[in-house]
C-alpha cells in the first residue's frame, strides 16, 4: 500500500451448523494454538461534514427499516437481512461519501469518486458492520441523566458513529486503490481498477488524497483513543502489504505469518474500528474487548473464504480474475494447508511461481489435497469466535439491540457460505 507519507453466526440454527462444543474462551485459545497465531492489540465543511446533522423525524435512529415478517417465532427464529436493518443509513452515507471527496482539481475529484459512484459501491460490508455495532452497543448506561438528555445524547452519538463508518470506507477504498497498483491490477469490482483506467500515479494520489479525508474526519470526532486506534490500522495496512511483498521462502510457508498478515490486512480495520465505536459510546474495557473480537475474527473468516474463491470462483462472480494471488506468488491458505499433505509442494511454493507450469503443479496438488476444506473449516472456527463474542455481550430487553446482535451472527454465517 503506498500509502502518503507520514501516516502511518455462524447461525444458530443452519441446518449444517455445528454445535458448541466448547466455551468462546477454550476455542479461542484452540483456534490461536492450531496456528500459533496470536493478534496485536490496542497498540471546510464538507471535509468536516461528519458533523452535519441528520433529520431523524421520519424514523428511529436505529435506522431499522426492514420489515419483519411476524409470526409466533421469538426473534432469535427470524430471518434478518444485516444489510436491509441499516439501508437507510447506508444511502445517507453513501451520499455524504460521494460529496466529502469532492476536490478542487476536476481529475483528482473524478479518480476519489470512482469506486464511490452508484452501481459500483459495493454492498458497504464495513459500514453495515459498524451500524449493527453501535445497535447492538446501545446499552443504557446507568446515570442520573434525565431521559431527554439521554435522547439527545444517543442521537449524537448515533452521529458519530455514522461518521466513524464513512471514515473507514473511505480507508478502506484507499487501500483497495493502493493495492491495485501494486498488484498491476486490471478490474475490481467488475469494472476497469482506476489504475487501469487512469493510470498508476492518478490512483496513488486519490488513494492518498481519501487518506487524507479520513483523517480530517477522524479528527472531528476529538476522540484521541479513537484517533490513536485507526492510526494503528493504517500503520497496520501498511505493515501487511510489505509482509505480503516477503521473499523469504520459511515465511512464505508459514501459516503463522500468513494469518498475521491477513489480520493487518484485512482483520485489523474492521477490528479496531468496531472497538472505536464501543469507546465513542463510552463502553467498558470488556465491552469493548468483545466488539474488537467480532471484529477480529469476523475479518479472518472473510479473508479465509476470499483465499478459497480466488481458486474456486470465476472472474465474473468475484469482479476481478480468478487465481490471481498465486499468479502474483501470493501463497494463501489452501495452498499452505496443500503443502502439508504434499512437502513436494514446498519446492514449488519457495519458486514463487513464475513459471505457468508451476501454477498449474501447486493446482494439481492442491485439488488432491484438502486444503480448500480446511481453509473453510478454518473460517468456520473464526466466524464461531465471532458469533460468540456477540453472544457473551450483557444481556439487553431492547428488541432493535437482539435484532442487529442477530444480524451480526447472521453476518459471519453469510462470509462463510459467500460465492463472492
Not at 448506561?141 to 458513529?161: C, F, M, N, Y
Not at 521462502?249 to 490486512?265: A, D, G, I, P, V
Request: some cysteine.
Amino acid at each position: 500500500m503506498l500509502f502518503f507519507r507520514g501516516l502511518s453466526r455462524i447461525s444458530r440454527s443452519s441446518s449444517n451448523s455445528c454445535r458448541w462444543l466448547i466455551s468462546f474462551r477454550h476455542e479461542q485459545q484452540l483456534v490461536q494454538s492450531n496456528n500459533h497465531y496470536h493478534s496485536p492489540r490496542d497498540s471546510a465543511e464538507k471535509v468536516l461534514g461528519c458533523r452535519e446533522i441528520y433529520s431523524w423525524a421520519s424514523r428511529s435512529f436505529h435506522g431499522v427499516v426492514h420489515q419483519i415478517h411476524h409470526q409466533s417465532s421469538p426473534i432469535d427464529e427470524e430471518q434478518l437481512d444485516p444489510f436491509s436493518l441499516v439501508a437507510d443509513e447506508l444511502s445517507i452515507i453513501a451520499n455524504r461519501l460521494r460529496s466529502m471527496v469532492v476536490a478542487e482539481v476536476p481529475k483528482l475529484a473524478l479518480a476519489a469518486e470512482y469506486f464511490f459512484k452508484m452501481g459500483v459501491e459495493g454492498k458497504r460490508f464495513r459500514p453495515t458492520v459498524l451500524l449493527l455495532m453501535a445497535t447492538a452497543l446501545n446499552i443504557r448506561i446507568p446515570g442520573p441523566a434525565p431521559e431527554v438528555v439521554v435522547d439527545r445524547l444517543s442521537t449524537e452519538l448515533r452521529k458519530r458513529q455514522q461518521c466513524l463508518a464513512e471514515i473507514v470506507e473511505m480507508i478502506h477504498v484507499a487501500s483497495l486503490l493502493h493495492d491495485d497498483v501494486l498488484d498491476d491490477a486490471d478490474t475490481r469490482r467488475g469494472i476497469g481498477s482506476l489504475n487501469f483506467v487512469m493510470g498508476n500515479k492518478l490512483a496513488v494520489l486519490a488513494g492518498d488524497f481519501l487518506l487524507s479525508r479520513a483523517c480530517v474526519a477522524l479528527a472531528s470526532l476529538k476522540n484521541t483513543d479513537v484517533v490513536s486506534l485507526i492510526a494503528t490500522v493504517v500503520e497496520h495496512l501498511v505493515t501487511g502489504e510489505t509482509m505480503q511483498m516477503t521473499t523469504s521462502s520459511e515465511r512464505r510457508r508459514s501459516m503463522e505469518y500468513y494469518l498475521q498478515k491477513t489480520y493487518y490486512k484485512t482483520a485489523s480495520l474492521i477490528s479496531n474500528s468496531c472497538k472505536a465505536s464501543a469507546l465513542l459510546a463510552g463502553q467498558t474495557a470488556e465491552v469493548s474487548k468483545l466488539a474488537y473480537e467480532y471484529g477480529k475474527n469476523l475479518g479472518l473468516a472473510f479473508q479465509l473464504i476470499d483465499d478459497v474463491l480466488d481458486f474456486t470462483g470465476t472472474s465474473a462472480s468475484l469482479g476481478k480474475g480468478s487465481l490471481s494471488d498465486i499468479r502474483h506468488g501470493i501463497v494463501t491458505a489452501p495452498i499452505l494447508f496443500a503443502t502439508e499433505e504434499f512437502p513436494q509442494l514446498r519446492a514449488v511454493v519457495d519458486r514463487g511461481f513464475d513459471n505457468p507450469a508451476d501454477v498449474d503443479l501447486a493446482l494439481d496438488f492442491l485439488g488432491r489435497s484438502h486444503g480448500i476444506q480446511r481453509t473453510r473449516e478454518l473460517a468456520s472456527k473464526h466466524a464461531n469466535l465471532a458469533s460468540a463474542a456477540i453472544d457473551s455481550l450483557p444481556e439487553s430487553d431492547d428488541e432493535d439491540v437482539q435484532k442487529s446482535r442477530r444480524a451480526l451472527v447472521d453476518l459471519t454465517h453469510m462470509v462463510i457460505t459467500r460465492t463472492k
